[in-house]
């Protein structure tokens, strides 16, 4: 972590400090990737970028300091005025802490090459709340890498990073431009491929009771808008339709990620 941090008596730093401001044009996609940097909002999420060992530099208002000082120990901060906080927040009530964290992708070829059993890969999802959603689902379940394919929304964006509660530390994140390269990367690797799909000739059910969802896979998501592009599914090993038994129309997208990394997490779990 950045080794700067207020003596006491210096002022707060406010929205015109030079560090306040170089983390605020963090909330812009652009300025993320040309400084390498993202930001991290809320003890939760500081917590967990403090344990990855991915800080750089916290902000922290008195009273956060005041709420969160366990959290705090040993650590380097600096001391802002609520309005500072408020320019570096994305809530509408910020909770007082926030970090300045390094980037976390992983190269594709590099979390490939830990042979992950359980893979999840968000196809062109363009909403950070379910990009955020995924990410939180895909580490409950035991996946070891959540890869955003194609035209995918920034996963460190400060929404995004807010809704995977902490789980964007857990995983290997990968952004990869090419979603049809990826696939053929991942077949490559030896992941059985699976396609999410409400018209898949596949039912899940019956990969269930098969076993064959204890080989290692990788679940390819749509956004919930356009599902999976049609070339993308279709150079899927399999289309998989989530059954449903009652008079719903669909899952939502967080819904049937649940269901289908968990499917795979039982069967990879079961004794042999």
Not at 48 to 61: D, P
Not at 238 to 255: C, T, W
Request: aromatic share 4%; glycine share 6%.
């Amino acid at each position: 972590m950045t080794q700067h941090f207020q003596r006491p008596g210096d002022p707060l730093f406010t929205q015109r400090t030079p560090r306040v401001v170089a983390a605020v044009k963090l909330h812009r996609r652009r300025e993320r990737d040309k400084a390498g940097r993202f930001l991290a909002e809320g003890p939760q999420a500081v917590r967990e970028a403090l344990e990855a060992g991915a800080v750089r530099e916290i902000f922290v208002t008195e009273d956060g300091h005041a709420r969160h000082r366990t959290l705090l120990r040993g650590a380097n901060f600096s001391v802002v005025t609520d309005e500072a906080m408020a320019s570096l927040a994305d809530t509408v009530t910020p909770q007082g802490v926030i970090a300045v964290c390094d980037l976390l992708d992983v190269p594709l070829d590099a979390a490939l090459a830990r042979v992950p059993r359980l893979v999840a890969v968000a196809v062109e999802i363009r909403d950070p709340g379910n990009a955020g959603t995924v990410l939180r689902t895909a580490d409950a379940a035991g996946a070891t890498a959540v890869i955003f394919a194609g035209d995918a929304v920034d996963p460190f964006n400060p929404k995004c990073v807010r809704a995977s509660a902490g789980s964007l530390f857990h995983l290997d994140v990968v952004r990869a431009p090419d979603a049809a390269a990826t696939l053929a990367a991942l077949r490559e690797a030896g992941l059985r491929t699976l396609a999410t799909s409400g018209y898949g000739a596949t039912d899940l059910d019956d990969l269930a009771d098969d076993g064959s969802l204890a080989r290692p896979t990788a679940w390819l998501f749509g956004s919930e808008a356009h599902g999976l592009p049609d070339e993308l599914r279709d150079a899927a090993d399999a289309a998989v339709r989530v059954p449903i038994h009652g008079r719903a129309e669909s899952l939502n997208l967080a819904a049937a990620a649940a269901v289908c990394l968990y499917a795979s997490a039982r069967a990879q779990r079961r004794p042999a």
